[in-house]
């Protein structure tokens, strides 16, 4: 992957790439603080580091501009209770994606998109609706966190501390470019955010579950399930015939024993499709013996899809029987409906409710 953006570049590259064209290891670290730590949109504020910035930015890049990712905002939309902000940004090429802002003090978490789009098809997904159409470069996964720290230092100043990869796309579809950004994002000398406190949220990629056990950091995985049988998993996720139910249990299987970590099991609850009593005795009986935590999540409505919420009683039921088969299990707290900031809602196409705001109006 070439990177287009100083923004792509974790800060042990941008050292490497300096010296290659003689430039000292403290102009790249002043550049990483810059652009990570005080969280910088250009580089002419910073000028002691600009000549010879300057040189090896010529030396290396054709076009005039600073390569930076600085996304522009092209809405920003605030919930009722106002703990939800969901963010369009738009990239240098003109396409789009949604960051979403959530939190109570002192325990704010970004929700970054890793593609335009996605590829994995499930049908009761905005994003998935939409079609797959490019990955993000890491600077483009890094900007969003950025992006999201700049607009808590300006709420009330706290920190951003944790990241969840649950926005636009399949974070293990784009595996290069997810690890890069991750990297670039814990680093101590920017926004130094804890690998403990990210998540990465899969369809079920088997290839990509088995790279990240193999990976020296750990981030928390959590795959969305939402089916116990191929059949009924296969209606709502169709990249389940490729990779089936029993090769991914596997994989999760195989990622507890070789991390020591539990993973984390989603289960989007959509009304009569996988939210009966039947549905959970089947879930608890192939998780059983696995490291495993349940997260229940009742389904977020998207204009292309005519499943329905399941009601909170059914939910309890459910979450009852596999707590009685020593599964734990929560219920993700709904966040953002009213915004369409809700896990799946994400889709760029409309705005309802709630303030919207359009940036350089
Ligand atoms: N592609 C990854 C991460 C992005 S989706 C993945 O699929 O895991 C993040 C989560 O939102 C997933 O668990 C997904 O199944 C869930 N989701 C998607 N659409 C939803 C909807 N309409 N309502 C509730 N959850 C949804
Ligand atoms: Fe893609 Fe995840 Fe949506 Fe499926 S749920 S279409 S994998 S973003």
Redesign the pocket.
């Known amino acids: 992957m070439t990177p287009r953006s100083l923004h792509d570049f974790t800060l042990p590259d941008l050292e490497r790439r300096f010296a290659e064209s003689g430039v000292g290891p403290t102009h790249a670290r002043e550049l990483f603080q810059h652009l990570h730590r005080r969280l910088a949109t250009n580089l002419t504020e910073q000028s002691r580091f600009l000549p010879p910035l300057q040189r090896w930015i010529a030396a290396n890049y054709t076009h005039d501009s600073l390569p930076l990712d600085v996304p522009e905002v092209v809405t920003e939309t605030i919930s009722t209770d106002g703990r939800t902000r969901k963010y369009l940004l738009k990239m240098e090429d003109g396409n789009a994606v949604e960051t979403v802002l959530m939190g109570y003090p002192g325990r704010f978490t970004a929700c970054l998109s890793t593609q335009v789009g996605?590829a994995?098809g499930?049908v009761?997904?905005?994003t998935g609706q939409m079609g797959f159409t490019r990955h993000l470069r890491p600077g483009e996964i890094v900007a969003q966190a950025l992006h999201a720290q700049r607009e808590l230092t300006k709420l009330n100043g706290e920190k951003l501390r944790n990241l969840v990869?649950?926005?636009m796309?399949?974070?293990l579809h784009n595996f290069t470019a997810v690890m890069q950004a991750l990297s670039i994002l814990t680093d101590s000398r920017g926004l130094g955010i804890a690998p403990s406190k990210i998540s990465i949220?899969?369809?079920g990629h088997v290839p990509g579950i088995r790279q990240l056990a193999a990976q020296p950091q750990r981030y928390h995985l959590?795959v969305?399930l939402?089916g116990a049988t191929d059949e009924e998993r296969s209606a709502l996720i169709p990249v389940n015939k490729r990779w089936p139910l029993a090769e991914l249990l596997a994989a999760c299987r195989e990622y507890s024993v070789s991390t020591g970590e539990k993973v984390f099991i989603?289960w989007?609850m959509i009304a009569g499709k996988n939210d009966t009593t039947q549905h959970a005795a089947k879930l608890a009986e192939i998780l059983h013996g696995m490291k495993v935590q349940v997260n229940l999540?009742p389904?977020?409505l998207?204009d292309g899809y005519t499943g329905m919420t399941t009601d909170q009683r059914t939910v309890e039921e459910f979450q009852r029987i596999l707590l009685a088969a020593n599964i734990p299990t929560t219920v993700r707290q709904r966040r953002g409906i009213d915004v369409d900031a809700?896990?799946?809602?994400l889709s760029m196409r409309r705005e309802r409710g709630a303030v919207v705001s359009v940036a350089n109006a």
């Open positions: 996605c994995m499930c009761f997904c905005a990869l649950m926005g796309g399949e974070p949220s899969t369809v959590a969305s939402h989603a989007t999540i389904l977020n998207t809700g896990c799946g809602q």
